[in-house]
């Protein structure tokens, strides 16, 4: 097994070697590549109770749980991704225009080198592992730095890779905050990152001294908005499930729920019933193997500051409540009486509390969405087909579930990303595969070229009459379309 696991004064070596590696890498076949990621494959099968094991320490995660929303998406992205490679590493033929008659054109889709993946510690196998495999089908050579607030996975990842692939093509670098800022300021041909909008600008800022690509996943304020056709038991069913799932702790967790003022009781008490019968409640909520924990006590603190200074300028706790720190543990909370002033809605939970807002109208509710950034997630629950079409047309948001939350994540067809503050770029498939490729335009003129026709000097007679048969195609061409 290679030990991929670097201290901060060897990166640069690693680099250089992955750097040496980057041509052969990206020169592959589809069959090559097809190989790479079986290999993987095969590795993550073989892992997978290590990697179960790391989930629960470091998050809590219950066996099933770490299945559902870790490990077998992984391997359905690989799967995903080797049997669409060979069309997507097609070179895409494009129409030329007759000025260039006889000409070739084509999109050749080229590796962008060595790229750099900072994963997060909410899902962090997944979010580790899925844009590997992008990046891999993409033909390049990976640095993948975990973090360290899931150290038990960050170790168990670096022994998964280690025992598959040499560090020239792909190395796993454990470390703090100091060494991913050391590696982001190495030229890398892209750089990923999943994690907090404040760490995703500092990335930005680094990247830019090398004029490297990136990519940001990060995350945001996704809103639930609740219509007055809305089928109550299925939205509370749902809405529950987004929000609880990893203890709250998901980029696209429901964060607040816009709820109309006279369906908010009866919301209220559908969650009660959802919650108590999925998760359990007193001591089972907390023995059970169904409810994860936060990933350190800082989170808990942080929630229960919002949410006590929420309750003390007016919101009310409706369920739950209770904050244990030294425990990493908070339990479903849903607070009602929310307004868009109060801590609450200040920044992204990221954890089990769901704040409850309600409103009069549609367009007091869609005011609200849109004043705030534009969030990585918007889920609608309606039976109002109008009440769709109209929230298609006036928000904007990464991504958009009806009736519905968190589950677009698992269609690979569907691109995954934010939109302004909530994130750039997207992945998952062909998505991720061309996100880690450079999309290379090739045109081929031929030997006997029209475009001879077009050199100066321009007041010879042919040169002037291409030009006038240019305008006399522009007129009958008609208005623009």
């Given amino acids: 097994m290679s030990d991929t696991s670097l201290p901060a004064p060897d990166l640069h070596a690693l680099f250089a070697a992955q750097q040496a590696q980057r041509w052969p890498a990206s020169q592959t076949s589809a069959a090559q590549r097809q190989a790479i990621l079986r290999r993987l ?66 999109v050749q889709m080229q590796a962008r080198g060595v790229t750099l993946i900072l994963s997060p510690w909410n899902y962090p196998v997944n979010l580790a592992l899925v844009p590997l495999v992008a990046s891999l089908a993409a033909g390049n050579t990976v640095i993948l730095k975990p973090s360290e607030k899931a150290p038990n996975v960050a170790r168990a990842l670096s022994d998964l890779i280690g025992s598959v692939f040499e560090p020239r093509l792909v190395a796993v670098v454990e470390g703090d905050g100091e060494v991913a800022r050391a590696l982001t300021e190495l030229p890398f041909g892209h750089i990923f990152f999943t994690g907090s909008g404040a760490v995703g600008r500092h990335v930005m800022r680094a990247a830019a001294n090398n ?13 639930a908005l609740i219509d007055a056709s809305a089928d109550l038991d299925v939205t509370a069913e749902r809405l529950a499930w987004g929000k609880l799932l990893n203890a709250g702790q998901t980029c696209v967790a429901p964060d607040y729920a816009l709820v109309p003022r006279h369906l908010e009781g009866p919301l209220l008490r559908r969650l009660e019933a959802v919650i108590a019968r999925r998760f359990g409640t007193g001591a089972w909520l907390r023995a059970g193997p169904d409810y994860g924990r936060m990933v350190d006590s800082a989170g808990v603190q942080r929630l229960e500051r919002l949410t006590r200074g929420s309750v003390a300028q007016g919101a009310r706790i409706v369920l739950g409540g209770e904050f244990d720190a030294p425990g990493r543990f908070i339990s479903p909370t849903v607070v009602s009486g929310v307004t868009p002033d109060m801590p609450l809605m200040q920044e992204e939970l990221f954890g089990p509390v769901l704040p409850v807002l309600t409103y009069d109208t549609p367009e007091e509710a869609l005011g609200l969405i849109r004043r705030l950034d534009a969030p990585l997630a918007l889920y609608l629950f309606t039976t109002d087909e109008d009440m769709i079409r109209r929230v298609q047309r006036e928000t904007t948001s990464g991504g958009m579930v009806v009736n519905g939350a968190v589950v677009h994540l698992t269609n690979p067809n569907l691109p995954f990303g934010g939109v302004g503050p909530s994130g750039m770029g997207n992945y998952h498939g062909e998505h991720g595969f061309r996100t880690f490729s450079h999309e290379r335009a090739v045109l081929r003129e031929p030997t006997p070229s029209p475009v001879r026709f077009l050199y100066p000097p321009y007041g010879r007679p042919v040169p002037r009459l291409v030009a006038w048969g240019l305008r006399q195609l522009e007129r009958q061409s008609g208005p623009r379309e």
């Fill in 211 to 223: 004029l490297t690509g990136v990519t940001l996943e990060l995350g945001g304020k996704s809103p």
């Fill in 41 to 106: 494959h095969d590795a993550v099968r073989a892992h997978r109770v290590p990697l179960a094991d790391a989930l629960k320490a470091d998050l809590g995660k219950s066996r099933a749980e770490s299945e559902i929303t870790e490990l077998h998406p992984v391997l359905e992205e690989i799967q995903h991704a080797i049997r669409r490679l060979p069309r997507w590493m097609s070179p895409r033929r494009v129409d030329t225009p007759s000025m260039l008659l006889g000409a070739r054109s084509e």
